[in-house]
């Protein structure tokens, strides 16, 4: 369902139409497609489109957030971290917005094959990200061809084929502890990108396990400090851990 509506949502932004489409099943299990006549069909249809700018791509992310929050696909807490982890994140990384667009749709569909083992809640953890973003640069090779995996220079627009440049801060070991933001860069044991990075390459954030956990009240957090050895969200044994958080 979601890279259907994905898929849906792109054909009222986008232009310029591929020839890959999404089907799903409606009406009693096992039913044909269609009748003899080929008037009736059972079968929910949406092509997906690829975008023609960034804009594009960020006003298909709204309207799916809110057509999954009003039909009940997911809450907007949810669908709002999920965009935090798979576009922003990406993005602050210095990958294209080309790329990121397709490794939604890679990840949605990742979600759907899964049997339920991997959701929007916890894709950032089921998930290995160097496989997403292959699978993405190959989908994106198709769907854009010529454009560049990375950004010329991360958060200032632009296509390239290296991130950043040479005054790209490197990270020095420390943090902001007195930050009320977790690192997401820690947490998934990833490289920090300058963008994340203060002039001196210390962390903007706090370096603290940002796990869900369901002892500490609605939305309650691990915050396990990173004194604790590699204690980030991609190491957490905390007990009290969930995949979602409690509302």
């Not at 807490?77 to 210095?94: H, I, N, Q």
């Not at 691990?222 to 007990?239: I, V």
Request: proline letters at 4%; hydrophobic letters at 35%; one cysteine or more.
């Amino acid at each position: 369902m979601f890279s259907w509506l994905w898929a849906k949502t792109s054909e009222h932004v986008a232009t310029r139409a591929i020839d890959t489409s999404v089907s799903v099943e409606v009406g009693p299990p096992g039913a044909p497609p269609t009748s003899h006549s080929g008037a009736t069909q059972n079968l929910l249809v949406s092509h997906l489109k690829v975008f023609k700018s960034e804009w594009d791509f960020m006003e298909c992310c709204n309207l799916f957030l809110m057509y999954c929050t009003t039909l009940g696909l997911a809450s907007a807490l949810t669908l709002t971290s999920f965009y935090e982890y798979f576009v922003f994140d990406s993005l602050r990384r210095g990958y294209s917005w080309q790329l990121v667009s397709c490794m939604l749709y890679v990840v949605f569909r990742l979600c759907e094959e899964s049997g339920g083992l991997v959701t929007l809640a916890n894709a950032h953890e089921k998930l290995h990200l160097n496989t997403v973003y292959q699978d993405a640069e190959t989908a994106m090779t198709r769907l854009y061809p010529g454009a560049g995996i990375f950004r010329a220079h991360p958060g200032k627009g632009g296509n390239g084929t290296q991130p950043g440049g040479a005054g790209d801060r490197v990270w020095n070991g420390k943090f902001n502890s007195s930050s009320s933001k977790c690192c997401s860069y820690f947490n998934l044991n990833r490289d920090h990108p300058s963008t994340a990075l203060q002039p001196d390459g210390t962390c903007k954030a706090r370096h603290a396990c940002d796990a869900w956990v369901d002892n500490k009240g609605k939305g309650g957090r691990c915050l396990g400090s990173a004194g604790t050895a590699g204690h980030a969200r991609h190491n957490c044994d905390n007990p009290h851990r969930c995949d979602s958080p409690v509302q």
